[in-house]
């Protein structure tokens, strides 16, 4: 149901032909990977980061570093030491949410391909195009910020200078505030749990990311975060939307040190009264 004209040059343009990317949860679900050598690698790393467990079908020998991350993730990582065998698949069709290949072996390749869909398993064969349901695009990584630049198969090596010019002109410590900013909405909630809470903490939140700077950010100590917690609770104003200064965090900060200090000024007094009075 539509009220009234819309402009149409008001929404989105809609380009086809692209991927939906998305951020794809698959910690703790099962992954198949066939291949051990060095495109297998770059897919154990993409894969160990989501911790997802893996489970490696290729003979001897492996890359190098495929080797490596068998002894450094031994609880997600499992090596079968043998070539893939559609028993693999057929006799386990629940065992796997992915499936990824990364061998020289282009039949091999298209029969796991037509089995995974068959398993209706989502499934990418190295370096054919039309045989993924999903591409591996070249990541930037920096704590929990991720970027994916993908261009759908057609350049990767594009991809990866889009990716280093994209890194260089990020803030050094974004990665940093970001923690940062997911801390301190985890202790929002705490603070506010209640629902009807729920869209005066967004609001709030959207302030205090538009207040502070990337570097103010990444540098707030725990103590800061408290203030400032305190500060939504009792100094926001009527609609608690107000959001202090770094400056004024730390000036309540050293304020604190100095009630501090005078009350560890007069306990001694206290102690040293009772000592003369004895």
């Not at 032909?17 to 897919?43: D, P, Y």
């Not at 869909?117 to 370096?127: G, S, W």
């Not at 500060?231 to 926001?236: D, I, L």
Request: glycine residues 8%; negative net charge; hydrophobic residues 40%.
């Amino acid at each position: 149901m539509t009220t009234g004209r819309a402009d149409p040059n008001n929404f989105p343009e809609i380009q086809t032909g692209g991927s939906l990317l998305i951020a794809w949860q698959i910690k703790g679900k099962r992954v198949l990977l066939v291949g051990g050598g060095e495109v297998a690698a770059t897919r154990l790393v993409h894969l160990l980061s989501a911790d997802a467990l893996v489970t490696l079908i290729a003979p001897a020998p492996l890359h190098p570093e495929v080797s490596f991350r068998l002894t450094q993730f031994p609880n997600s990582l499992t090596w079968i030491p043998r070539a893939f065998e559609p028993a693999d698949l057929t006799d386990h069709p629940n065992d796997y949410s992915l499936i990824l290949t990364a061998i020289d072996d282009p039949v091999a390749s298209s029969q796991i391909y037509k089995l995974a869909h068959q398993l209706k398993i989502p499934a990418n064969i190295a370096d054919v195009p039309p045989e993924c349901d999903f591409y591996f695009g070249s990541v930037h990584r920096d704590g929990p910020l991720q970027i994916m630049v993908s261009t759908n198969g057609k350049g990767p090596r594009l991809a990866s200078t889009i990716r280093k010019l994209i890194a260089k002109a990020l803030p050094k410590n974004a990665g940093r505030a970001i923690e940062q900013m997911g801390e301190l909405r985890k202790k929002l909630r705490e603070v506010a749990p209640a629902q009807e809470e729920g869209k005066r903490r967004m609001d709030w939140i959207k302030k205090v990311s538009d207040a502070y700077g990337w570097e103010e950010m990444g540098t707030m100590t725990g103590e800061d975060m408290a203030n400032l917690l305190a500060w939504y609770r009792k100094e926001g104003g009527e609609d608690g939307l107000e959001v202090p200064t770094l400056d004024e965090l730390r000036a309540l900060r050293k304020e604190k040190k100095q009630d501090g200090a005078v009350e560890e000024v007069q306990k001694k007094v206290e102690e040293l009264t009772v000592e003369d009075k004895a």
